[in-house]
Each structure stands twice: as C-alpha cells, then as structure tokens.
C-alpha cells in the first residue's frame, strides 16, 4: 500500500472516530456543571521555575499557517503538526514524530497511538483511569494527595512537556485545589499552551511560569469553563500569536466566542483540522485559528 494510499486510510477512519464519538461525547458532556466565574485563586501556586526557553517570536513577512492533513508525514525541523481531534483533544506532533494526545480520554481519541498524553479530572471527558498500555508517558495534571500539585517536565527526544497547576471547581460549586494542569509543549522553538478545564483567570505568577506563549488551545464554551469575559482576559494577558478554540458544544457557541474575538483579532477557518506551524510563518498579528472538527 503506497504512503498517500495508507494516509487516505487513516483520514477516513479519524472521520469515522469523530461521527461515533460524538454522540457519546454529547451524552458525556450533560455530566459538566456550570458554575459562575471563580477568581483567581488567593493562594500562591506551587513555585515552579520560569522556563527558559519559551523565546519571544520572530515575525517575518512569510506564509503564515500552513494547512496541513495525515497524508503529510515528514516535518521539517523548525514545524510542528496539531490536529484537532474533538473536544479538549489535539494530536501535537513534533519534527522526530513525536505524538502527543491532550485531555485523552475514553470517547474522543486521535487514530494514532501517543508517545505522550495529558490528562485533566475535571469530566471523564478530559481523562480516563484506562490508557493505553502502550503509551511511553501519561501525564496526569492533578495529584493523587489532596491539595497537592501535580508536577511535570519531562522531555522526550526534541518535546519538553511541562505544567502549571491551577484550581477547578468541584461538583458541589466548592474549590478543588490543584485539579487542573495548564500544559505547555515545547517543540521546535515554539511554545504550545493547552489551557484545558480552565475554571479562573490567571495570577500574574502563574503568567510567568507559562511563560511566552506562541500558540495556546482555548477552552471558549463561556459557561462549564471560564466565562466569555475570563476567558478573554486570560488571552490578551497571554498575548499569543494563534489561538485554536476549543472546548464548545457547537456552531452558535463557538460563533458566541469569534464574534468576541474579531473586535481584537482575525480570524482564520481551516479547510482541515490539521495545521504546520512555524516560528516563522507565525502571523504579524495575533490571530483565532478555527480547526474544523467537534
């Protein structure tokens, strides 16, 4: 079977994945209860060092952002690939193929098995006790001991995956503390911030441990997550050059938040779900990115 023949495959099947799922996914997602915005949390997040290596961009007067499916294989050393799955899900992949799955769990998975997976306990649709046995490395963003922070900083060939811990709120409306993980995937001089089930604004420490942030995946249903308002200040505080949106419940939810976006940013639809990106193809301008997909 030829590479494009053999790609063509897995397309079709991830099509097949994301049409089972998401009626599972849709009935999984009635579990999630809404709760008015929580602050940002008074006490001070676990120290974690200010990463090094999350260098400011370089815009230049190049193509932006390269549109992207399975049937490309091979990236060069300054791209990564990121596919919208469904839901919280993205396949990252990094120039040595190196595969990771955020918020994998049991109803929406890439068709490729992960090296690494990130996992969130807010919903069972954000984590599931049942990974692949075959996975190298499952990163749980919330700590076993209670009002303990998880903490992450693994690196695995050319990928350093780090978190920031915050706080959610727990099915009675009260504060879980540390049950949320911010990931941040370094690839390819490119900073990745995946933001999960974010419940509250971000202090300014916990900016700084983030750190600059070239692309982040935002949670933008406005109502299980942070409000539309939280959710916009924690984005002009990032101040990222693309935003993917994630984390909504259908077309006039996700519309709710671009209608918000487009008096600060543009605003881009992809053809596929799938995206190259470069630190030098990154836009001039802050921009929304739409990945088509659940």
């Known amino acids: 079977m030829s590479g494009v023949s053999r790609h063509l495959r897995i397309v079709a099947f991830a099509a097949a994945i994301a049409v089972l799922a998401s009626a599972k996914l849709l009935h999984a997602q009635t579990a999630e209860v809404p709760a008015p915005k929580q602050e940002s949390p008074a006490e001070t997040p676990s120290p974690l060092q200010t990463p090094e290596n999350c260098p400011g961009l370089v815009a230049r007067d190049r193509r932006r952002v390269i549109p992207a499916a399975f049937d490309v294989a091979a990236l060069n050393a300054d791209q990564v690939r990121i596919t919208f799955v469904g839901h919280a899900t993205f396949l990252i992949e990094s120039p040595q193929l190196v595969r990771i799955a955020t918020d994998y769990n049991d109803y929406v998975r890439p068709p490729i ?5 990130t996992m969130n306990h807010a919903h069972d649709t954000h984590y599931t006790d049942h990974p692949d046995p075959a996975i190298k490395y499952v990163l749980r963003g919330w700590s076993d001991t209670p009002n303990q922070p998880a903490q992450w900083d693994l690196t695995y060939r050319d990928v350093r995956v780090r978190n920031v811990p915050t706080n959610i709120r727990d099915f009675e409306g009260g504060t879980e503390r540390y049950g949320n993980s911010i990931f941040i995937f370094e690839i390819a001089n490119l900073c990745i911030v995946h933001l999960s089930h974010l419940h509250h604004t971000l202090t300014q420490q916990q900016l700084n441990e983030i750190g600059h942030a070239d692309v982040v995946m935002a949670p933008v249903d406005g109502f299980y997550t942070l409000d539309l308002d939280g959710i916009m200040d924690v984005l002009t505080a990032m101040k990222p050059q693309i935003i ?3 984390h909504y419940f259908g077309p ?26 470069s630190k030098t193809t990154l836009p001039k301008s802050p921009e929304v990115l739409v990945l088509p997909g659940h």
Do not use: H, Y
């Not at 098995?113 to 997976?117: M, S, T």
């Not at 939810?253 to 990106?277: G, H, M, Y």
């Open 113 to 117: 098995l992960p090296d690494i997976i």
């Open 244 to 246: 993917i949106p994630m």
């Open 252 to 277: 006039s939810v996700l519309e709710r938040f671009l209608d918000r976006a487009r008096k600060l940013w543009d605003v881009q639809t992809a053809e596929v779900p799938s995206t190259v990106i």
